[in-house]
């Protein structure tokens, strides 16, 4: 069974930084692209940024410069460096992995349970 578990969510003054963790577990033959989502009370679910296997990254325009994902030598784990953090980044940041897992022929994706970022003084 493939569990995907953040970490590092937590309470920021404005122009703080906080750093998400993100790592799969399970049977996994391979994870192809990883990424970070988020949302915010009352609105949708956002992309907010993205890296594939071979390490190219996309971000969204509101966290272009200021956020950086990469991936851990290990590839099942996933990071998201959040700087000059405003109120409007307030929101539950979920992981996603597209993956396949042992034994399956397809890539299917994989949620995490969310971490709490806010941005307040």
């Known amino acids: 069974q493939v569990q995907l578990v953040e970490s590092g969510g937590g309470l920021v003054q404005p122009g703080g930084s906080l750093r998400l963790s993100c790592a799969a577990s399970?049977?996994?033959?391979?994870?192809?692209?990883m990424a970070w989502y988020r949302q915010a009370p009352g609105k949708q679910r956002e992309s907010v940024a993205y890296?594939?296997?071979?390490?190219?990254?996309v971000y969204a325009d509101s966290v272009k410069v200021r956020f950086t994902i990469s991936r851990g030598n290990a590839k099942n784990t996933v990071y998201l460096q959040m700087n000059s953090l405003k109120p409007e980044d307030t929101a539950v940041y979920y992981c996603?992995?597209?993956?396949?897992?042992?034994?399956?022929?397809?890539?299917?994706?994989?949620w995490g349970q969310g971490t709490q970022v806010t941005v307040s003084s």
């Open positions: 996603k992995a597209r993956l396949r897992e042992g034994g399956s022929w397809y890539n299917r994706d994989y």
């Open positions: 399970g049977s996994i033959s391979s994870i192809n692209t």
């Open positions: 890296i594939d296997s071979g390490g190219s990254t």
